[in-house]
């Protein structure tokens, strides 16, 4: 019977599951479709308002439950700092921990450069927070036991 950590483990992946694929479709799908079918004009308000609602979406819901949801599992498990420096899933873990804050800074980044119109900064620093993601869910198939 699935208890309550399994409920919380199932909204971690999911919210895991959201976030990453929701970079992804925009990356690779929303925007393209919208540049190929619309004018200059349009594809840009189309594009600029999906990726407001995409990332605060993300920085209001996903992070928040990421962040929690993560930090709640870690502390059931009985994850501490401190330790075997040897041990394969703590190192994965703090990778992730590091990664995942510096995909924050990244998207904030990316949120300032798109508000200031610096169009070729704004995309480099969302491929690298796409690529960010990506590793972190990676990492995180990567610790299924």
Sequence with gaps: MAGWWTIVRIAHVLGACIW????????????????????????????????????????????PLQLFSGMALLLHRGFTVVGSSSSL?????????????????????HGVASARSAKNASRILAYLALGGSLALASMGAALVS
């Design 20 to 63: 990453v694929g929701s970079l992804v479709a925009f990356t690779f799908f929303v925007r393209p479709g919208a540049q190929r079918t619309l004018g200059p004009a349009d594809s840009e308000e189309l594009i600029n308002r999906s990726g407001r609602q995409i990332g605060f979406f993300i920085a209001a819901i996903l992070v």
């Design 89 to 109: 899933y703590r190192t994965i873990i703090l990778t992730k921990i590091v990664i995942f804050f510096v995909v924050i800074a990244i998207s904030a980044a």
